[in-house]
């Protein structure tokens, strides 16, 4: 069964540190990956998509992932935090007919940020 | 443009009542899909609507249920509530095809007494 795990549930980092969000997947076929970022109470904004192609992707607000299909691995990068980065951030994988029909969350990580 | 929109933004509910949200895609987007979001988890899909056929469930009862009106439009049901079914209901569309992205609405906050 498809799958996503974010093993850290809550990081902090200091404003201006680098930042890795650690994302492993399980899925059968090449998959449509995902990390989008949830503001309290608030929808869901999509920060970056993998579908094919280089798997280095970059993202709105200056983050990047990396796609190792080796490790399963989908991480997310950014090499300097700002305070308004704080909220938490969700990797996901499209499981359906398409990338976007059924689309499969890990449970999240709250990220702090320390002035 | 405007976004996904959905319908009302917050709503309390008796257990046993029932509930209607509703979701107004993307101009242009045939694709509707419903999350349940319950407090401290992620997501989890509940229905998938193309072109008003239902092209994927979730696991959850057959309290759900769900529809797409010819102009995309979608609404949520759910009977007989639990407490449990207290949560952030996320809507969101899309094109439908290969290759493209699902963009959420800011979703419902049902809480249910």
């Not at chain 2, 009302?8 to 242009?28: A, M, Y």
């Not at chain 2, 569309?93 to 800011?106: D, I, P, R, V, Y």
């Amino acid at each position: 069964a498809q799958s996503v795990t974010q093993p850290d549930i809550h990081i902090t980092v200091s404003e201006g540190a680098s930042l890795e969000l650690r994302c492993n997947y399980s899925y059968g076929a090449t998959p449509y990956l995902f990390w989008y970022v949830q503001s309290p109470g608030q929808g869901l904004q999509l920060l970056l998509k993998y579908f094919s192609g280089d798997t280095l992707v970059q993202g709105i607000k200056g983050f990047e992932a990396e796609f190792k299909r080796s490790q399963s691995s989908f991480n997310l990068r950014k090499p300097s935090v700002h305070w308004s980065d704080a909220a938490e951030y969700f990797c996901a994988v499209g499981a359906g007919y398409s990338s976007a029909s059924k689309i499969i969350f890990g449970s999240g990580t709250r990220l702090s940020i320390r002035p | 443009d405007a976004g996904v929109t959905q319908s009302p933004t917050h709503l309390i509910k008796t257990r046993g009542q029932h509930v209607t949200l509703r979701c107004s895609p993307i101009s242009g987007h045939k694709s509707v899909s419903w999350y349940q979001q319950v407090l401290g988890q992620g997501p989890q899909f509940i229905f998938q609507y193309y072109e008003k056929e239902e092209r994927g469930r979730g696991n959850f009862p057959d309290r759900f249920s769900a529809r797409q009106f010819p102009n995309y439009s979608s609404e949520l049901n759910v009977n007989a509530l639990l407490l449990g079914d207290s949560a952030l209901y996320l809507c969101a569309s899309s094109l439908g095809g290969l290759n493209t992205e699902a963009f959420f609405g800011q979703g419902t906050r049902l809480t249910v007494v």
